[in-house]
């Protein structure tokens, strides 16, 4: 069973939030500050750890994942009611895995964790070199993308995209990595952005997706892209 | 009675004026009294060694000197007294006011000039200073405060939705109820959306604003914010119509994000479905309009529309609109809405600027 901790400074949030997430089928604990954070992870094991950013007394949520990162691996989603692009940026570049923005519905939450589950279990390993979408195969071995059984032509920046898609398995890709796959010998700008949202939206063209309810790409405003790993489009 | 009103008054207005009295004040005067007479002196002494133009040249800086530092009453005292020491001990005749000839009255009233016209401006650049520290405190008393609002309007919505989002994936409720609960999670969405309105519209009216133009794929942006009407987007009932999108457009992709979604945010609440976006291009602008199926807002409320809280059906208040044309004007476009039995359009213009580049 997937064993989740909490940690929110509202009382009434964070009771809510872990009953509604054992009526999901997880495991959560709450803690009220970051402070408690390390005390806590030493003593009970944690598969995701979802952390406010702001909070009345002690560390804030940055500082926390900050000093988490330094000798943890545990992955964090901030939950939080900023939704502006500079926090999620910061959030994310402090080591955070994904950023959700209150209010959220519990049925988004859930996804998202099970995006970062299925990243961590070790499926797809030497021996199964195929990643299936619906339609969609992925071939890491050979590097090629099949979609309804025809092969596409990928440029090398278009199918390394789609590479780190397949291989976060739904999980959040942020611009900073794909920044540093596609693009390496260069250092992150905002301006990136347009240059990675111009490749996905050619790649999104050979998919075929139609922009008004995207089948494979989803795009995740100021943070990055996930695969939609729904089995039904 | 009479006397004794008269004499109220007068000790009054004399305990004003001894309140009103400033100390400093007073030796700014008497600093200037002094300087200017010992100047005088040490001119008249000297004035044979270096020349008439000369002396009047200090009298000038002395007034400026003054001007730059000094209540602006001091500075045209300071004029007004250069003007008599000069002409009483340094025109000839000396030790006289009168004048050899008229021409030598032109150097004293310089001084007097220079003192009323910079000591006016050195008092209104300082005005507009204190204006200005008074414009930042209450701007970022107006940021905290909103920060506060904001954070503690949310809390509580994120605890709702939690409740709300939780209890619809249960099984053992029934269909009546279960509607009720979409309602609810839906007006948790749009008070959250209100919430942001009010946010963006402050934000627009704090001189903070900061507006981050880059070159973006503004279909991705389309796409962005479709995506927040899964069911409606799947079901036809909202549609967009991209082609005619240039490749790169400078916009700032988070403000026009708020932009497109509180224009199909209202085409669902106040208008008729089906919703659909479409891009054409112009010779100098993109136009992004929103259209809906409805009949329109009733003439006499339409010149209004864009006015802050102004709002048709007058249920909320209607803020959607006004953040939605202050965003685009931050950008250098235009808003406007047409309207037809049929349908009801709303449309928004980005410039198009040549030298999109950045290398792939």
């Given at each position: ?7 929110d ?78 926090t ?93 796959r596609?693009?390496?010998r ?43 790993m729904?089995?039904?489009? | ?22 100390p ?18 040490v ?68 001084f ?23 414009y ?13 609002v ?13 409740v709300l ?187 198009l ?8």
């Amino acid at each position: 069973m997937v064993q989740l901790l909490v940690v929110d400074d509202e009382p009434h949030f964070r009771n809510t939030l872990l009953k509604a997430l054992k009526g999901q089928g997880y495991r959560a604990i709450g803690i009220p500050n970051a402070d408690l954070l390390t005390s806590t992870l030493v003593i009970q094991r944690s598969d995701v750890v979802l952390l406010d950013l702001t909070f009345d007394s002690g560390m804030n949520g940055l500082e926390a994942c900050e000093r988490l990162r330094q000798w943890s691996s545990v992955p964090v989603l901030v939950i939080s009611v900023s939704s502006d692009e500079a926090t999620k940026v910061q959030a994310l570049s402090v080591g955070a895995d994904d950023y959700l923005v209150k209010p959220f519905g519990i049925l988004e939450l859930s996804a998202r964790i099970q995006a970062i589950q299925r990243r961590l279990m070790p499926r797809y390993s030497a021996q199964n070199p195929l990643v299936q979408v619906r339609d969609l195969t992925v071939n890491l071995h050979t590097q090629s993308v099949t979609l309804c059984g025809e092969a596409i032509d990928l440029t090398r920046k278009e199918y390394k995209l789609l590479e780190m898609l397949a291989v976060a398995q739904g999980e959040l890709v942020t611009y900073q990595m794909l920044m540093d796959r596609i693009w390496p010998r260069e250092t992150y700008e905002k301006d990136k952005g347009s240059a990675i949202r111009s490749l996905v939206k050619r790649l999104r063209q050979k998919l075929n997706e139609d922009l008004s309810h995207p089948n494979y790409i989803l795009t995740q405003s100021g943070m990055g892209f996930r695969l939609n790993m729904n089995p039904r489009p | 009675m009479k006397i004794g009103a008269v004499m109220a008054t007068w000790t009054t207005n004399v305990q004003q004026r001894i309140k009103r009295w400033q100390p400093r004040l007073f030796w700014q005067y008497s600093l200037v009294f002094l300087v200017v007479i010992v100047t005088t002196l040490v001119l008249f002494e000297v004035k044979s060694f270096i020349g008439d133009a000369k002396v009047s040249l200090v009298y000038l800086l002395i007034v400026l000197c003054c001007a730059a530092v000094a209540h602006p009453g001091v500075t045209l005292f300071c004029g007004l007294w250069s003007f008599l020491c000069y002409d009483f001990f340094l025109v000839p005749p000396v030790f006289d006011f009168r004048f050899a000839s008229p021409i030598q009255v032109l150097d004293p009233l310089a001084f007097l000039v220079v003192a009323v016209v910079t000591g006016a401006i050195a008092e209104r650049s300082r005005q507009h200073a204190d204006e200005k520290i008074a414009y930042q405190k209450a701007d970022q008393l107006r940021a905290t405060l909103l920060n506060l609002v904001s954070h503690n309007l949310r809390t509580p919505l994120s605890t709702i939705k939690a409740v709300l989002t939780s209890l619809l994936t249960q099984n053992n409720i029934d269909a009546e109820s279960k509607q009720l609960l979409v309602y609810a999670d839906q007006e948790v969405d749009h008070l959250n959306r209100l919430i942001a309105n009010v946010l963006q519209l402050s934000r627009l009216e704090a001189s903070v604003f900061q507006i981050n133009k880059r070159w973006d794929v503004l279909d991705e942006l389309i796409g962005t914010v479709l995506s927040r009407w899964p069911e409606e987007a799947a079901d036809g009932t909202l549609s967009a119509n991209l082609a005619e999108t240039p490749a790169l457009v400078l916009f700032d992709f988070e403000l026009i994000e708020a932009v497109l979604t509180n224009l199909i945010d209202n085409a669902f609440r106040h208008g008729q479905p089906p919703v659909k976006v479409a891009v054409s291009a112009h010779p100098d602008e993109i136009w992004v309009s929103v259209e809906d199926a409805g009949a329109g807002i009733p003439v006499k409320d339409r010149a209004r529309l864009f006015d802050k809280f102004f709002n048709v059906k007058s249920k909320g208040i209607g803020l959607g609109l006004a953040v939605c044309k202050g965003l685009v004007e931050a950008h250098g476009g235009r808003i406007w809405a047409e309207f037809a039995p049929a349908y009801t359009r709303f449309t928004f213009t980005l410039p198009l600027v040549a030298g999109a580049a950045f290398e792939e």
